[in-house]
């Protein structure tokens, strides 16, 4: 009953002082709702990261030709070294114990055209495993087959955006397509991806078709321009990535001319794992940040209560007088500290969430709210505000009764 009269009697007292109440409660929603907002960025990136890590593949290292070597009076021709062919990527799954998978890529830009409609786009040629080793999955029709490839078949998987450009309001399956000059029977769509991981470029931007088609038919290359190698354990991965080095060195004689290896290898999980250390400490620091958020919404209670203590110090008298115990005029102090960091609290969780909301659907950041922290921040809110109540509560009630009843 005490407790119940106490809360009343608070709830009076802050109502009879509302722009104070308000100015209290909108410096505790402010620091909730601002650490609560910058949390829901931090844990959207970390999502978003942990998304592009399991979006690469599965223990993955990127093979790539190194940068042809510039000669000052000499115009390069071609960007990259012409000496990873397709032949290596058999070595590299013969001659590697650790590695479980390779599958080589030659990509290019061409204009590909369907009737009216032209755009240009990234033409990929690999072999059938790119769909597993790259996670990339069709979500219309098929991806084509190693027979297909063998045979140098004439049929091409779209991405997304390719089949939105081209094929916008009709079904792109077994359409002819153009690939420069020649044509290709489109047989499936590729899932949405987005940006790449570096985000250098776009993932949906591009055809995928067969690579002996590609080399022969499209390209007229012989060389290709890397090998996606899937090693078997994790574990592994740095001894895997010496294996294919010495590999590839044996066959480029590199290491038998002296020379510099004519291609690079890297393993992008770890870029993104760098990428999500970031991340942490940016959550770091925004704890930190949140911190002296709340402590200033906490001190700007303990100066309202310090002045609500001064102004009512005839009311807390006259309790005394009448019977109240000093641990009443404690309580009841306390009680509306608490009320001010709960409803604080209370308001600055609401806001985070219809902010967080805003900035997830109007900007291309992904935020995430969980209900942990959510609730994290309403319990320090309430422990902010007993925390700086109890100084003002312990005056209030130290308080002398005859001389309080003087006090006008």
């Known amino acids: 009953m005490r407790l119940a009269r106490n809360l009343q009697l608070s709830i009076k007292a802050l109502a009879r002082h509302r722009v104070r109440t308000a100015l209290a409660l909108s410096g505790m929603a402010v620091g909730v709702g601002a650490v609560l907002v910058l949390t829901a960025v931090g844990e959207g990136s970390e999502r978003q990261v942990l998304q592009e890590i399991d979006e690469l593949g599965k223990n993955l290292l990127i093979v790539s030709a190194a940068e042809a ?3 000052p009076w000499r115009t390069r021709t071609l960007a990259k070294v012409n000496t990873l062919v397709l032949q290596d990527a058999e070595a590299v799954l013969n001659g590697c114990p650790d590695v479980a998978l390779v599958v080589p890529e030659q990509n290019m830009g061409r204009r590909v055209k369907f009737g009216r409609m032209s755009t240009t786009a990234t033409i990929r040629g690999t072999t059938a495993d790119y769909e597993t080793i790259r996670n990339f999955r069709t979500v219309v029709g098929r991806y084509f087959t190693r027979e ?3 045979n140098s078949a004439r049929v091409a998987v779209l991405g997304d955006r390719i089949r939105e450009l081209l094929f916008a309001n009709e079904d792109p399956i077994g359409k002819t397509l153009l690939v420069g000059r020649t044509s290709f029977q489109v047989i499936g769509v590729l899932e949405r991806k987005g940006m790449t991981a570096d985000g250098l470029s776009e993932e949906d931007n591009q055809v995928i078709i067969p690579i002996q088609t590609a ?5 007229n290359v012989d060389f290709i321009n890397m090998l996606y190698v899937q090693v ?3 574990d592994r991965m740095e001894a895997a990535r010496e294996q294919i080095a010495d590999v590839l060195r044996t066959r480029h004689r590199t290491r038998e001319f002296g020379r510099a290896d004519d291609f690079r290898i890297q393993n992008q999980r770890v870029i993104l794992e760098a990428r999500l250390e970031a991340v942490a400490s940016f959550r770091r620091m925004i704890l930190g940040l949140g911190a002296v958020a709340i402590i200033v919404g906490g001190v700007g209670i303990l100066s309202i209560m310090l002045l ?8 807390v008298g006259l309790r005394v007088a009448v019977g109240a115990r000093r ?18 609290g209370a308001l600055g969780v609401v806001a985070a969430i219809v902010v967080a909301w ?17 609730a994290v921040g309403l319990i320090c809110s309430i422990g902010i505000g007993v925390l700086f109540g109890v100084y ?3 005056r209030a009630a130290a308080l002398d009764p005859i001389d309080a009843l003087r006090a006008e």
């Open 69 to 71: 070597p510039r000669v």
């Open 148 to 150: 297909e490839d063998r």
């Open 215 to 219: 080399m022969r038919r499209v390209f």
């Open 232 to 234: 078997e354990n994790r």
């Open 308 to 315: 609500a203590v001064r102004e009512r110090r005839n009311e």
């Open 327 to 344: 641990r009443d005029i404690l309580t009841q102090f306390l009680v509306e500290s608490l009320l001010l960091g709960a409803s604080g």
């Open 358 to 374: 805003i900035i997830g659907a109007s900007t291309e950041w992904t935020t995430a709210l969980n209900g942990t922290a959510l």
């Open 392 to 394: 003002p509560a312990q």
